[in-house]
C-alpha cells in the first residue's frame, strides 16, 4: 500500500480487475465501486464516498458522479492497466 497525503493507495490484483471486468458491463458503477473500496481501503463506503476521498480532479469526480460513460470507462482502463488511482 502507498501512502498518498491521507489517503492510502492500495494496487489490484490480477483477480481483482478480472472482477471487474466480469460485471462491468452490466454495472459500471458497482464494478468500480468494488475496485475502489480496495485500492481506497474503504470497506463500506458508496461511490460518492470513494469519488470524495480519490486523488482525482473534481471535473473527473464529477463526470464519474453523473455516470458519463467516457469517465467510467476511463477509470476502469486506468484501474486495468495501472491497477492503483
Known amino acids: 500500500m502507498v501512502a ?14 478480472e472482477g471487474l471486468f466480469a460485471i462491468y458491463d ?3 458503477v458497482a ?7 480496495r485500492v481506497l481501503d474503504q ?3 458508496t461511490w460518492p464516498e470513494l469519488l470524495a476521498s480519490a486523488p482525482i480532479t473534481d ?3 464529477a463526470a464519474l458522479l453523473v455516470g458519463e460513460q467516457g469517465a ?8 486495468n492497466e495501472l491497477r492503483s488511482l
Open 72 to 79: 467510467l470507462d476511463a477509470l476502469a482502463a486506468q484501474l
Open 4 to 17: 498518498r497525503g491521507a489517503h492510502a493507495i492500495a494496487r489490484l490484483s490480477k483477480r481483482n480487475v
Open 59 to 61: 471535473t473527473r469526480r
Open 31 to 37: 464494478a468500480l465501486t468494488i475496485a475502489l473500496r
Open 43 to 45: 470497506d463500506d463506503a
Open 26 to 28: 452490466a454495472d459500471p
